[in-house]
């Protein structure tokens, strides 16, 4: 598993370079943005551990200008308490967001779940074996973990993904957040984890209305998410 750790801070770097690669990773490291985005679109990468503040390009610049071209997963690592980035990271693409300083042990831990996510392994054999479904205009084609619109191809990340085929596989039942989150994002729902409603309101951009012009997840107050099939 080869992971990209990007962070200006060069001890941090070496010590968690060290954990992960006694953990099974392996691992390289850029010091700056610029030089960290190059590399994710020059190399072949499982995955990107950012950080924000940087030098040359902030670690937000890198992930949009990354989403451009590449559905590659990517963690943040946030100042602590920081919400706003937390929420602007997941708005841009991140797939998770780690406070620092962090504890390399939960890292290491983020990084099995996001990929285990992207690979979909679990949720591919929930899927009655891979058949594809029809939404309306949607098309989802489990095998390849594609959906489309219309036959485009709508760009999703791994955790916009995991999100909307766990919601597709209960069109239309409500999906609990805390399901949600375990199921789609391998995690239990913190009492203040904003981060799925941020990945829900990415997905209703990037989908289109019903034929009622409603949109396709439909929010029930206080309880989760229904995706409205056609």
């Not at 949009?64 to 706003?84: F, K």
């Not at 913190?190 to 951009?205: C, E, M, Q, T």
């Amino acid at each position: 598993m080869t992971i990209l750790l990007v962070d200006d801070d060069r001890e941090l770097c070496e010590l968690m370079s060290r954990f992960l690669s006694s953990e099974g990773f392996d691992v390289a490291c850029e010091h700056d943005g610029s030089a960290g985005l190059n590399r994710l679109l020059a190399d072949s990468f499982e995955l990107a551990v950012v950080d924000i503040m940087m030098p040359k390009k902030s670690g937000m610049d890198l992930l949009r200008e990354l989403r451009q071209s590449s559905n590659i997963p990517v963690i943040m690592l946030t100042a602590r308490g920081e919400d706003m980035d937390r929420i602007l990271g997941l708005e841009l693409g991140a797939d998770d967001y780690i406070p620092k300083p962090c504890n390399p042990r939960e890292l290491a831990a983020r990084i099995r779940a996001v990929l285990r996510r992207s690979g979909g392994p679990q949720q591919e054999n929930r899927d009655n074996n891979n058949v594809q479904r029809l939404f309306g205009g949607l098309e989802w084609q489990p095998e390849s973990r594609l959906i489309l619109e219309h036959g485009e191809i709508i760009e999703l990340t791994a955790t916009e993904y995991n999100i909307l085929t766990e919601l597709m596989q209960h069109a239309g039942a409500v999906v609990s957040k805390q399901q949600l989150s375990e199921n789609a994002l391998a995690k239990r729902l913190g009492p203040f984890d904003r981060s799925l409603d941020v990945h829900i309101g990415h997905l209703r951009k990037k989908l289109s209305p019903t034929m009622n012009q409603e949109p396709r997840i439909k929010t029930v107050r206080g309880v989760g998410w229904l995706f409205i099939p056609e």
